[in-house]
């Protein structure tokens, strides 16, 4: 198991439980107690955890992982996700795209999509997410808006009011949005209160709001409401929904698509 690989496994495993110790990560991940007690020290250096006696333990109850190390969690079905998102886009339409790991995955989806291969442009896509704008930019078919603003180095998004500044000038055809928890009740939401303010302004400002979102995050509620689940048009998710929740969600007015 390569360096990154393990580290990405031991900030999974640090968030689903809290705590860990060495002699039980390195009985996880089948590799020595001093490899392990190496990664720890490393990772505490980049304030990535907090090294304790004999193990580690997270910064916080809210501690959010960046998304260098989110892209391995539930792979297959945020590609899934993304190519079913990506085909409930036309040519030549506005598309928003909000940061995240599965908003990731919709645009490399659109990327490969051949009916949007040639244009001027076949697409707009308007993104307050960095790295999807670099995945993009190469694309000359494609027309790429990066909005202004702060860039928060767990998710590579802008935020603040340079960011509102460009979002409030245009509008979008559909808006994709990236969440970490989405219920009936609490509608959408982000872990971070700038960046759920940007996606909420995204959504204001487009036709229609597909919210693209695995299964594990359905029915769960975070800190930052982005916006109701009346908001939103399309939930797009993977075929491990509870048909409880879908119908939940259908009775809120929100198509669902299990993928």
């Given at each position: 198991?390569?360096?990154?690989?393990?580290?990405?496994?031991?900030?999974?495993?640090?968030?689903?439980?809290?705590?860990?110790?060495?002699?039980?990560?390195?009985?996880?991940?089948?590799?020595?107690?001093?490899?392990?007690?190496?990664?720890?020290?490393?990772?505490?250096?980049?304030?990535?955890?907090?090294?304790?006696?004999?193990?580690?333990?997270?910064?916080?109850?809210?501690?959010?992982?960046p998304l260098r190390y989110k892209t391995a969690r539930h792979a297959s079905e945020k590609q899934?996700?993304?190519?079913?998102?990506?085909?409930?886009?036309?040519?030549?339409?506005?598309?928003?795209?909000?940061?995240?790991?599965?908003?990731?995955?919709?645009?490399?989806?659109?990327?490969?999509?051949?009916?949007?291969?040639?244009?001027?442009?076949?697409?707009?896509?308007?993104?307050?997410?960095?790295?999807?704008?670099?995945?993009?930019?190469?694309?000359?078919?494609?027309?790429?808006?990066?909005?202004?603003?702060?860039?928060?180095?767990?998710?590579?998004?802008?935020?603040?009011?340079?960011?509102?500044?460009?979002?409030?000038?245009?509008?979008?055809?559909?808006?994709?949005?990236?969440?970490?928890?989405?219920?009936?009740?609490?509608?959408?939401?982000?872990?971070?209160?700038?960046?759920?303010?940007?996606?909420?302004?995204?959504?204001?400002?487009?036709?229609?709001?597909?919210?693209?979102?695995d299964s594990s995050k359905l029915g769960q509620r975070a800190f930052a409401r982005i916006c109701s689940a009346e908001s939103v048009d399309t939930l797009v998710t993977d075929s491990a929904v509870?048909?409880?929740?879908?119908?939940?969600?259908?009775?809120?007015?929100?198509?669902?698509?299990?993928?």
């Amino acid at each position: 198991m390569s360096r990154d690989a393990r580290w990405k496994a031991l900030l999974e495993l640090l968030v689903e439980r809290g705590r860990l110790d060495v002699e039980e990560a390195a009985a996880d991940l089948a590799v020595s107690a001093a490899t392990i007690r190496r990664d720890f020290d490393q990772l505490a250096e980049q304030q990535m955890l907090v090294r304790t006696r004999g193990g580690a333990v997270v910064h916080g109850v809210s501690y959010e992982l960046p998304l260098r190390y989110k892209t391995a969690r539930h792979a297959s079905e945020k590609q899934r996700i993304a190519k079913a998102v990506a085909e409930l886009v036309a040519p030549g339409e506005a598309v928003g795209l909000t940061g995240g790991t599965t908003t990731t995955e919709v645009a490399r989806a659109l990327a490969v999509r051949g009916d949007l291969s040639s244009g001027s442009p076949s697409l707009t896509i308007v993104t307050n997410a960095l790295n999807i704008a670099n995945e993009l930019a190469v694309r000359p078919q494609f027309k790429i808006v990066l909005t202004g603003g702060v860039a928060r180095p767990q998710s590579y998004e802008l935020v603040g009011p340079l960011a509102d500044g460009v979002l409030s000038q245009i509008t979008v055809d559909v808006a994709v949005l990236g969440v970490v928890a989405f219920d009936v009740t609490h509608g959408a939401a982000a872990h971070d209160e700038a960046e759920a303010a940007i996606n909420r302004l995204l959504c204001e400002r487009a036709e229609r709001v597909i919210v693209a979102a695995d299964s594990s995050k359905l029915g769960q509620r975070a800190f930052a409401r982005i916006c109701s689940a009346e908001s939103v048009d399309t939930l797009v998710t993977d075929s491990a929904v509870a048909p409880e929740t879908a119908r939940r969600f259908e009775e809120a007015g929100v198509r669902v698509v299990a993928v």
